[in-house]
Each structure stands twice: as C-alpha cells, then as structure tokens.
C-alpha cells in the first residue's frame, strides 16, 4: 500500500512540473509576442526618440489638437479614448472619455493597453509618464497647436500611422495658404504692423512667446501687445489693456460651450458673449472697440491644425483687409473641412459687431 501512495505521490509531482513548465512557456511566449512587435523610431515635437509599433491598431489622445489631425488623416477608427475636452466631429464614433487632459486616467489607459499615448509633454507629469511607459506603450508628445511645428508634427504623425499620403496632401494644402500669408505680410514695415490683443477663455488671461496664439499673431503678421510678458500665459489687468490700447482684440471661445464652433446654428450666445466683453469698464475708448475691430473666434479654427491655416487666413484679413481683400476665410475652411475631415462646414466660428 506504501508503494502505491509513494507511485501516486511521484506521478502527481511530474504532473505539477509538468503543468508548470507549460505555463511558464506560455509566459515566456506572450513576453516573447510583446518584445517581437515590430517598431519604427520616431522623434517628437521634443527630440525623444521613441520606438512606436509599426502597424498601430489602437490609440489614446489626451490632445485635442493631436485628434484633430487624427481625424484629418483619416485614422479616427484607431482612436479607444480621449479626455472630457475633446470635441469629437459628427462623423466619429464614441469614444471612452479617460480623465483631463492635466489628469488623465492612467489606470484605465493601462486596462485598455493601447500601442500609443499622445500628450502634452509640458502637462504631463513624470509618475503618470513612467507608469505609461514602463507598461510597454509608447507615449509620444505632439503639441499641436504652434503654427511654427505643424509641419513636422503632422509628418510625424502621417510615418506613425502610415498616413504619409495622407499627411502630405494635408501638408499641401496648409503650405499653400501660409505661404500666401506670409508673401502678403513680409513687406509691411514693423511700425505699420498692427497691435494685437488675444485673450483666451478666461478674462484677461493672455499669451506670451511661445505660445500658439504669439505664433498665429506673428504668422498673421501682426504684434502681439503681450510678447514680452515673463511668463507664456500671463494674467493681466484691465488697466494693463486700457494703457496698451491695442489696435485689434481677439476673444477665444471654448467649443465646449455653445457660443462658436462646428454645429452651432444660431449666434444668440455669441451675441451675448460679445456685448459683456465690448461693455468692460473703459473699452469704449479702446482703439479696437471705437472701429470694430473686436472679434470673438472658436478654438476650433485658432490655436489648432485647422487653425495654423484658418485662424491665419481670419487674423491676416481683420489686420490688414486690403491686402487680403480676395481671400475668404469661410470658402477656405469649407474646402477644408469637407476634404480631409468629410464633415459638412455647418457651424458659426468667428463673430465680431458686423455680425450683430
């Protein structure tokens, strides 16, 4: 009987061996499967060489400038999640909202393991980082939103998700409309060009350089009354905008709100939106609100890839209408819209007191 329990403990103990050495196989294989994935080395908008999969099948986007350009190549289908300020185009499926874009939920990313994170390198904080990378997906920083790194950010884009085509046709169109900007614009003399304040979407809250709306004022041709600020977003005071008494002002609105932007069908809120910022204490006798050179416009067409081109086109016309007097902004973006984004141009971006 000893014999028998001594035979079956020996036979049960190959079969835990056996089963262990199996398992440990499959491990091994699935490590295996993971490391094996082929990947292309690309370089962000921040010079980090990251290695990213070359046939990607799924994408988180904590930028809302990264989805815009998503959806331009025509790769929206590979998108899994975004955060709660993205805006998705009417054509587009829904998609798993995964925080903000300063707080993105990292738990959830990692659950739905996509091959690539997009994010803005200067909001993301090193913890999150290092949890996304060190679960093998390649977190990669595009900003778009600067005019000045459009082009290679779309490129980039275009080699990641084998939309080179794509991308370049796209680049076509951008390079077409800035260079006529900036033909237009080279030979005005500094003291001719016009002083610009841009506001965003909070009140009195400005940009400085380096920022994407110094990039389109500059682009524009124009002078950015705020360029020199120490900090990229300063606050500033309502007495600091009666003293510099700009020439033009442009109000960012939020497409999160419905005053501006694709599906917006009537401009009451605009209205609204308009008349409490013409009716601050003192702007009566600001240079831009005596003429009308007040003007509210959609995040969606300013700092944006759409923007880097419409939101030009629309700055460089209210700066200098003579020289732009042929180009119409809305016929530009239309064309835009229905050829990359095929989306009809059914919404309200821009509203200034012509529009009352």
């Known amino acids: 009987m000893k014999k028998i329990y001594k035979k079956l403990s020996l036979l049960l103990s190959l079969v835990l061996v056996v089963v262990g050495m199996v398992g440990c196989n499959s491990t091994e294989d699935k490590k295996d499967k993971v490391a094996s994935k082929e990947t292309q080395k690309i370089v962000d908008t921040y010079g980090r060489y990251v290695d990213v999969p070359k046939d990607v099948k799924s994408m988180v986007i904590l930028n809302s400038g990264v989805y815009d350009l998503v959806c331009a190549l025509g790769s929206s289908d590979k998108i899994v999640g975004v955060t709660d300020k993205t805006k998705l185009l009417p054509n587009d499926t829904k998609k798993e909202i995964l925080g903000t874009w300063k707080e993105p939920n ?49 490129s980039t ?12 046709e796209y680049l076509g169109f951008l390079n077409k409309y800035s260079k006529l900007i900036q033909e237009r614009v080279a030979k005005i003399p500094e003291d001719k060009r016009v002083k610009v304040y841009w506001e965003g979407y909070s009140d009195y809250a400005t940009v400085a350089k380096g920022t994407g709306g110094d990039s389109l004022i500059t682009a524009a041709g124009g002078v950015n009354i705020a360029s020199s600020e120490p900090v990229e977003y300063p606050k500033i005071s309502n007495e600091w905008v009666i003293e510099k008494n700009p020439s033009i002002i442009v ?31 003192g702007w009566n006798q600001l240079e831009a609100v005596k003429i009308s050179k007040t003007h509210m416009i959609s995040n969606e067409i300013a700092t944006s ?16 209408p003579d020289k732009f007097e042929d180009i119409k902004p809305e016929e530009i973006h239309k064309e835009m819209l229905e050829k990359f984004y095929k989306v009809e141009h059914k919404g309200i971006w821009t509203y200034e007191s012509s529009s009352k």
């Not at 996509?114 to 900003?143: C, H, R, S, T």
């Not at 890839?305 to 200098?320: D, E, R, T």
């Open 305 to 320: 890839p759409q923007g880097s081109v419409i939101g030009s086109l629309y700055l460089a016309k209210w700066l200098y």
């Open 251 to 281: 109000k960012v609105v939020s497409n999160k709100k419905p005053v501006l932007g694709l599906g917006i069908e009537n401009d009451t809120q605009a209205k609204a939106a308009y008349e409490k910022l013409v009716a601050r204490t």
């Open 157 to 168: 884009l275009g080699l990641i998700l084998g939309k080179e085509k794509e991308a370049n």
């Open 106 to 154: 990292v738990e959830k990313i990692l659950e739905m393991k996509p091959d690539v994170v997009f994010g803005y390198q200067k909001y993301m904080k090193p913890e999150l980082a290092k949890q996304i990378e060190e679960a093998n997906i390649a977190l990669v920083y595009l900003d778009a939103y600067k005019a000045e790194n459009m082009a290679s950010e779309i």
